[in-house]
C-alpha cells in the first residue's frame, strides 16, 4: 500500500473564489485519480491525473472548473475554482501503487463546504 | 455499460450475525472488483478483492462471493460487529491503470 496524505483536510470557502487542494504520497505511484464524494452519495471519478501531461476528465468535468497539475510521481494538485455551494463535497486522491496491481488507494480526503 | 448496482442502501444487522451486501455489473469487461469500507469523516480503505477467475475469496471474517455468469458479486461479514458499522462499497473496473466505478454503497450498523 502507500501513505497518502492531502491537504488541506477541511476548508470552509467563499462563493467564487478557489481552493487547491494538494495530494502526497509516500513512494513512487503509477497512477493518480481525483474523486468527488458529495454528502451521503458515492464517489464519482473527476479526472486521472497524468503525469507530465494533460489531466484526462470525465464527462461533467472540465478542465477551467478543477485544473490538475501532476509535476512528478508522488504528488498532485487539484484545483475547484470559482466556487458555488453546489461544490460541496468530499474531494479524494487514489493511487495505483504498482502498475497492473489493480489495487488502488484512497487518500483521507478533503472536506470543503462553500458558502 | 458502466454502471454498478448495490444493494441493499442501509442494512441493520445484529451483533454476531452475517452482513450481506449485493452488487451486479453491466460491463463484462470488467476483471477486478474491490469492495471498500469507509468510516465516517475518513477515505474509503480497500477491503478485500476478487478477479472473475474465481468464485470466492475469503479473508478474516469476510468473503467474496463472485457469480461471473450472473454477473454479480457480494460481500458476507461474517460474525458481525459493531465495529464493522461503516459504510461499504463496492466497484469495478476494466484494466489496471483506469479509475474505479464505484456501486452508491451501503451503510451497515450493527447492533449490540
Known amino acids: 500500500s502507500a501513505v497518502i496524505s492531502q491537504k488541506p483536510s477541511r476548508d470552509i470557502c467563499q462563493r467564487g473564489t478557489s481552493l487547491t487542494i494538494q495530494c502526497q504520497v509516500d513512494s513512487q505511484v503509477t497512477m493518480m485519480f481525483w474523486y468527488r464524494q458529495q454528502p451521503g452519495q458515492s464517489l464519482t471519478l473527476i479526472a486521472t491525473?497524468?503525469?507530465?501531461?494533460?489531466?484526462?476528465?470525465e464527462s461533467g468535468f472540465v478542465i477551467d472548473k478543477f485544473p490538475i497539475s501532476r509535476p512528478n510521481l508522488t504528488f498532485s494538485t487539484l484545483t475547484v475554482s470559482n466556487m458555488s455551494p453546489e461544490d460541496s463535497s468530499i474531494y479524494l486522491c487514489s493511487v495505483e501503487t504498482v502498475r497492473g496491481s489493480y489495487e488502488q488507494y484512497f487518500g483521507p480526503g478533503t472536506r470543503l463546504t462553500v458558502t | 455499460q458502466q454502471q454498478v448496482k448495490q444493494s441493499p442502501q442501509s442494512l441493520i444487522v445484529q451483533k454476531g450475525g452475517i452482513s450481506i451486501i449485493n452488487c451486479a455489473y453491466e460491463n463484462t469487461a470488467f476483471d477486478y472488483f474491490p469492495w471498500y469500507q469507509q468510516f465516517p469523516g475518513k477515505g474509503p480503505a480497500l477491503l478485500i478483492a476478487?478477479?472473475?477467475?474465481?468464485s470466492e475469496k475469503k479473508e478474516g471474517r469476510f468473503t467474496i462471493s463472485f457469480n461471473k455468469s450472473a454477473k454479480q458479486f457480494s460481500l458476507h461479514i461474517m460474525d458481525s460487529q459493531p465495529g464493522d458499522s461503516a459504510t461499504y462499497f463496492c466497484?469495478?473496473?476494466?484494466?489496471?491503470?483506469?479509475?474505479?466505478?464505484f456501486g452508491k454503497g451501503t451503510t451497515l450498523s450493527v447492533s449490540s
Open positions: 491525473a497524468n503525469q507530465g501531461s494533460e489531466a484526462t476528465y
Open positions: 466497484a469495478g473496473r476494466n484494466q489496471a491503470g483506469t479509475a474505479l466505478i
Open positions: 476478487i478477479r472473475p477467475d474465481v
